[in-house]
Structure formats: C-alpha cells, structure tokens
C-alpha cells in the first residue's frame, strides 16, 4: 500500500484578471467602477463572462470553484487526515501551488479567492514564514512530470479518454502496485489536459 499518494490538479482554471483584456473599453471601465487593479481580482465567469469571449483556452478560464472543491475533498479525505496526501496546483498560466499537509483551506470561495490573490501577490502564504501553509513557482505541467518521473513509481492521468478497468483492477492498481503514486486531474470544466504518453505510466477514465 502506498505511504503518501500525491494529487496534481492540473490546468487549473485559477488566475487573476488577465490584463491583456484591459484594451477592452468596458473592462477599463468596471474596473474604474470597482476601484481595483486586475491583480487584486481572480477571473470568474459568474461576474466576467461578458468580458471573456475572446480569451484563448476558454473552456479552461474563469472556473475557480473548480480548483477549490477540489481542494476541499482533498483535505477533508481520510488520506489527508493521516498525513498520507501532498497535493498541488497547476494553473492556466503555469504556475504550480503547493499545499502543506496541514492547512485549513477555507470553505467559502470568495475567502478562497482572497487567500488566492494574497498568494500570487506574495508568492507564499503566511508571506515571513519559514514554513508557509502555500508556496508558489512558475513550472510548466511537462516541466513538473518530468521531474515527477524521478519521485513517483506510478503517474495515472486521469481523462474522459481513459481506459475502463474493473473497480478490482482499479484498486489494485492503486494500492498494490506502487508506493508513491502521482494522480493527475484536470482543474477546469470542458476539455483535456495536454500530456504526452512518455509522461503517464497509464490513463484511466473519470467517469
């Protein structure tokens, strides 16, 4: 049975408010209304759809209470209260969040994505700490699986391609076969993520 299983929740849609759409006359102006930067807001299509149309990758953007639920079955999963789960976020715009096992992540999304904002404003969160609760550092996904290659004696990814296995098959899979698995997870709502095979030991379905 594995000691620790590691989740990577990948091309997660978690991001401030991109300023390239500041060329956009209406943007200017609710932000003008609003009294904030674009780097104190995180993009979400409840309140910014009308300003979204045009951005690249949209199935992938503006969805963070995707990210954060599932965060919030991570810390709350008997694997996380035995101290047997690391977890990490990979966003849209290459980025990778890394969580200390001991966090309390708050269940409200808007405190989520206040807590959010304070991260990619100061790259660790509490910002002095010697042992941050969350840590921030620009790393591309294959950049990440490749150095996860080393560490992890099995990397499943998780996708609607996947190939369909027996619930047996599944578990043995995942709790004889290996003693560190990484299990990947898309962070967004429509699509797929882009991981060549050579980086995967096996896809299987989430459904």
Same mark, same amino acid.
């Given at each position: 049975?594995?000691?620790?299983?590691?989740?990577?929740?990948?091309?997660?849609?978690?991001?401030?408010?991109?300023?390239?759409?500041?060329?956009?006359?209406?943007?200017?102006?609710?932000?003008?209304?609003?009294?904030?930067?674009?780097?104190?807001? /995180?993009?979400?299509?409840?309140?910014?759809? !009308? @300003?979204?149309?045009?951005?690249?990758? +949209?199935? &992938?953007? #503006? =969805?963070?209470?995707?990210?954060?639920?599932?965060?919030?079955?991570?810390?709350?999963?008997?694997?996380?209260?035995?101290?047997?789960?690391?977890?990490?976020?990979?966003?849209?715009?290459?980025?990778?969040?890394?969580?200390?096992?001991? /966090?309390?992540?708050?269940?409200?999304?808007? !405190? @989520?994505?206040?807590?959010?904002?304070? +991260?990619? &404003?100061? #790259? =660790?969160?509490?910002?002095?700490?010697?042992?941050?609760?969350?840590?921030?550092?620009?790393?591309?996904?294959?950049?990440?699986?490749?150095?996860?290659?080393?560490?992890?004696?099995?990397?499943?990814?998780?996708?609607?391609?996947?190939?369909?296995?027996?619930?047996?098959?599944?578990?043995?899979?995942?709790?004889?076969?290996?003693?560190?698995?990484?299990?990947?997870?898309?962070?967004?709502?429509?699509?797929?993520?882009?991981?060549?095979?050579?980086?995967?030991?096996?896809?299987?379905?989430?459904?």
């Amino acid at each position: 049975m594995p000691n620790v299983y590691t989740i990577l929740v990948a091309d997660s849609s978690l991001e401030t408010f991109p300023s390239e759409l500041l060329s956009n006359l209406p943007v200017r102006n609710f932000f003008r209304k609003i009294k904030k930067k674009p780097s104190d807001i /995180i993009l979400d299509s409840n309140y910014h759809s !009308r @300003f979204m149309s045009n951005l690249p990758n +949209l199935s &992938k953007r #503006g =969805r963070p209470d995707i990210p954060h639920l599932a965060l919030l079955a991570c810390f709350g999963s008997l694997l996380s209260q035995d101290s047997r789960l690391r977890v990490f976020i990979h966003t849209i715009n290459d980025l990778i969040i890394e969580f200390h096992p001991s /966090i309390r992540l708050p269940k409200n999304l808007d !405190r @989520f994505k206040g807590l959010m904002i304070q +991260l990619f &404003k100061e #790259g =660790r969160v509490p910002p002095l700490s010697d042992e941050p609760l969350l840590t921030l550092r620009p790393q591309s996904l294959t950049q990440f699986l490749i150095s996860a290659r080393e560490k992890h004696d099995l990397i499943v990814e998780f996708s609607q391609k996947g190939e369909v296995l027996p619930s047996r098959e599944y578990a043995y899979l995942l709790s004889s076969r290996c003693s560190n698995p990484l299990l990947i997870f898309g962070g967004f709502s429509h699509g797929h993520l882009n991981i060549a095979v050579s980086y995967t030991h096996l896809t299987l379905p989430t459904n």
